[in-house]
Nanobody, 123 residues
């Protein structure tokens, strides 16, 4: 059974950095495509980054140039390096998996979700 565990959230000041990790288990190879999402209170879940089947990363405009997605296939782990954090980045961040990659990310097409990790950016 696919399991996703996010870590690395926390509280930082404006301009700070955090690195999120998503440890995936229960499958091998490229059976699933992973993506990062976030959801702020009262807001819809937003897809923010993924790495496509071609190895090319895609980002939402809201994070482009500040966030970097990467993955370690040997460890089955997905990362999200977040720099230049802003108060509007405050949200619960989720890792999710689906069969096959696509962009833009549509939350309702993802079948497996982690429990999330909270990121809070204070001014």
């Amino acid at each position: 059974q696919v399991q996703l565990v996010e870590t690395g959230g926390g509280s930082v000041e404006v301009g700070g950095s955090l690195r999120l990790s998503c440890a995936a288990s229960g499958y091998t190879g490229s059976a699933y495509c992973l993506g990062w999402f976030r959801q702020a209170p009262g807001e819809e879940r937003e897809g923010i980054a993924t790495i496509g089947d071609d190895g090319i990363a895609s980002y939402a405009d809201s994070v482009k140039g500040r966030f970097t997605i990467s993955q370690d296939n040997a460890k089955n782990t997905l990362y999200l390096q977040m720099n230049g954090l802003k108060p509007e980045d405050t949200a619960m961040y989720y890792c999710a998996a689906r069969s096959g990659c696509s962009w833009p990310l549509k939350p309702d097409t993802y079948t497996r979700w982690g429990q999330g990790t909270q990121v809070t950016v204070s001014s």
